[in-house]
């Protein structure tokens, strides 16, 4: 039987960096994957697609350029599936051969097939060489998560679709039905609206994001309204059925009736453990199939971990990558290797795109922090004007006796890469002075940053 120090189950973002890691420790380490593929959901289906196609929405729509050359300008008169889907499998393919020579080049041993727990230290790998046991010290557990299944909508795969078939649709539908206001709802929205395409949003929440800044969310709302989106919130799918002609119509538990050529299910994912039996190594997870973790990502397991999605909040690509640094520095015992986790950024690619890190002013008022707000229009700032971005802004949160940065809220062009300027300034213990005495590039969007400086610190002098 294969022995190794350290074996890794799940080779997307956060079992790539836990391998990685083991091996930079001095470690024999095997990654186990299921797919034929490397990369997890992240490259697969998840956000690299999503990302990808997203450009191309932008580039074919000619979003960006609509209000210098006007709202009917398009590059292409009649988008089709093939158009969006031609950079994906590029991008797809590049980012997976990147990921195998990483593996490779760092003598990472890839076990391709299905691992479940026999003991604790003992997993059985099923793949197409048939199946064999391996044995490990240690144990990652980065198997990630699933669409969740709903008896009330059965996924066809054709018109009634979850997030990870998003790239199967044969063709664009003329209206689309998307179930779920969350990330990924919301970002497909915005994708299908910017193509012209009609879109219902059904989420049984009042409203959308419901953990980001309550006004860069209406902020978004206005522009998916503007896109001719419909929103139906507090409503809650009740049943779907296909109709003979193609369409599919949701009936929602209100009694109201919605139709679409297509219907997009993206209410909630669930842990990948269905495979693992964990009972066998002492794991239990809950209903939703995350596994619980203490603040190391150790399971109730002393040799094994877990990180990424499988163990829930927030599932981003960004902190998976970083659970699986951090929980290898731990197995190995160091305690030297450590992240920023109370500045980790959130970026949201709708259409415009959100980003945001520390607080939001909801949970302020909650907690009685003494804030602040300062906000930047795009409008004001000539960059804004130049790229025709001219409904962004950026708004800071800031301590009104320390003038501690807490919170920087961005939503518009380039807000997933301007927010790491706020990020860098909150983690070194910065306060709003920084950016009203530092000089920014002009014409640059980072100069939202002066801007809103100065609005907040002139609003501490008004109390209004
Ligand atoms: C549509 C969509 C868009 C997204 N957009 C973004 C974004 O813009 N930014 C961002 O930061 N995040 C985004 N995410 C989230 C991101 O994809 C996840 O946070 C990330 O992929 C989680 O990484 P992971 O390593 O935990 O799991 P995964 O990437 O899911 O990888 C887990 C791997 O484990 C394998 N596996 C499962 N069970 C077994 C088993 N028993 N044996 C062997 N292998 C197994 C799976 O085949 C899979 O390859 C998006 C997700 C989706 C669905």
Do not use: W
């Amino acid at each position: 039987m294969n022995t190794y120090d350290l074996l890794v189950i799940g080779s997307g973002p956060a079992g790539q960096r836990a391998a990685i890691a083991g091996v930079k420790k001095g470690k024999r380490v095997a990654l186990a994957e299921t797919r034929n593929v490397v990369g997890g959901v992240c490259i697969n289906t998840g956000t690299i697609p999503s990302k990808t196609l997203r450009e191309a929405v932008l580039h074919f729509s000619g979003y960006n350029y609509r209000s210098t050359y006007g709202l009917n300008y398009r590059v292409k008169e009649k988008i089709s599936m093939d158009d969006l889907t031609f950079r994906v499998q590029h991008v797809i393919k590049t980012e997976i051969e990147v990921i195998q020579a990483q593996l490779s080049r760092n003598g990472v041993e890839v076990l391709n097939g299905t691992a479940s727990f026999q003991d604790s230290h003992t997993v059985k790998i099923t793949g197409p060489a048939g199946m064999s046991p391996v044995q490990a010290e240690h144990i990652v557990i980065a198997v990630g998560t699933k669409p969740a299944a709903s008896t009330k909508v059965s996924i066809n795969g054709r018109n009634i679709i979850n997030s990870d078939q998003i790239l199967e649709l044969q063709e664009l539908p003329k209206t689309l039905l998307v179930v779920g206001g969350g990330v990924i709802g919301v970002e497909y929205t915005c994708m299908f609206a910017a193509l012209g395409i009609r879109v219902v949003l059904i989420e049984k929440r009042p409203t959308l994001l419901e953990f980001a800044d309550h006004e860069i969310v209406e902020a978004l709302s206005y522009h998916l309204r503007d896109s001719r989106v419909t929103m139906r919130l507090n409503e809650e799918v009740e049943s779907v059925e296909e109709q003979e002609d193609g369409t599919v119509v949701a009936n929602l538990e209100s009694k109201k009736k919605v139709s679409g050529g297509a219907l997009l299910y993206a209410v909630g994912r669930s842990g990948n453990i269905d495979e693992l039996n964990l009972t066998a190594a002492g794991i239990e997870a809950d209903s939703r199939g995350r596994i619980p973790v203490d603040k190391d990502y150790r399971t109730k397991t002393p040799n094994i971990f877990a990180v990424g999605d499988v163990i829930g909040f927030p599932s981003l690509a960004s902190v998976s990558m970083e659970q699986g640094r951090i929980a290898v520095a731990r197995i190995f015992g160091d305690e030297t290797v450590r992240s920023h986790a109370e500045a980790y950024p959130y970026g949201i690619y709708t259409i415009p795109e959100i980003s945001f890190i520390g607080k939001t002013e909801e949970q302020l008022t909650e907690e009685d922090v003494p804030y602040e707000v300062g906000v930047a229009y795009y409008r004001e700032i000539a960059r804004g004007q130049i790229s025709g971005d001219t409904t962004g802004r950026l708004k800071l949160i800031f301590h009104r006796e320390t003038r501690a940065i807490l919170g920087v809220h961005i939503i518009g062009e380039g807000a997933t890469e301007l927010v790491h300027i706020g990020q860098a300034v909150m983690v070194l213990n910065g306060t709003i002075d920084y950016f009203v005495d530092t000089v920014f590039n002009y014409p640059t969007l980072a100069e939202c940053y002066k801007a809103a400086a100065f609005n907040g610190i002139n609003r501490l002098a008004r109390f209004d």
